[in-house]
């Protein structure tokens, strides 16, 4: 992987989780609706009295309309989920890509990435709030700018 496809992919690693999270949703609304039009379809099939007469009406065969309705419906519905599942494979595949070329860091480089990158802190910031944080120890820009380079060299080399 080159070096610049992983930053991007760092960077946009919170986006991706955001978008996996409502994708996730999405699906689960898709899905909840074709239910109903399966339970739509299994309450219309129920034969009552007279069930066997047609209405050769258009207009007044509402469990015809339903039907038609129904199934172009459930087309539709599949279309969308399709591409949903597609979606959430492609952006699930970026999240774990990132992820397994975290662990492979020691905690600290994993932590100064996660802020420079992931939180879009400064390499200042990083040296005096999070090092600090982490170590009871403050680090210059230049020092954290190397861990971050070094960092980044050895998550896009796996």
Do not use: P, W
């Not at 991007?8 to 690693?13: A, E, R, S």
């Amino acid at each position: 992987m080159t070096k610049e496809l992983l930053i991007l992919l760092l960077k946009g690693y919170k986006e991706n989780k955001a978008s996996l999270k409502l994708k996730l949703r999405e699906k689960e609304k898709i899905l909840r609706k074709l239910e109903e039009i399966k339970e739509v379809e299994l309450k219309s099939n129920i034969t009552e009295i007279n069930g066997d007469i047609h209405s050769k009406n258009s207009i007044s065969d509402k469990v015809g309309n339903v039907a038609s309705n129904n199934i172009e419906l459930e087309a539709d519905l599949n279309k969308k989920l399709n591409t949903v599942e597609e979606d959430i494979n492609e952006i699930s595949s970026n999240i774990e890509e990132v992820d397994i070329r975290l662990e492979s860091l020691k905690y600290k480089e994993k932590q100064v990435i996660i802020a420079y990158y992931i939180e879009g802190c400064t390499y200042e910031d990083i040296g005096n709030r999070v090092y600090l944080n982490l170590f009871n120890q403050t680090r210059s820009a230049r020092n954290i700018q190397n861990i971050v380079d070094k960092a980044t060299e050895k998550m896009a080399k796996i």
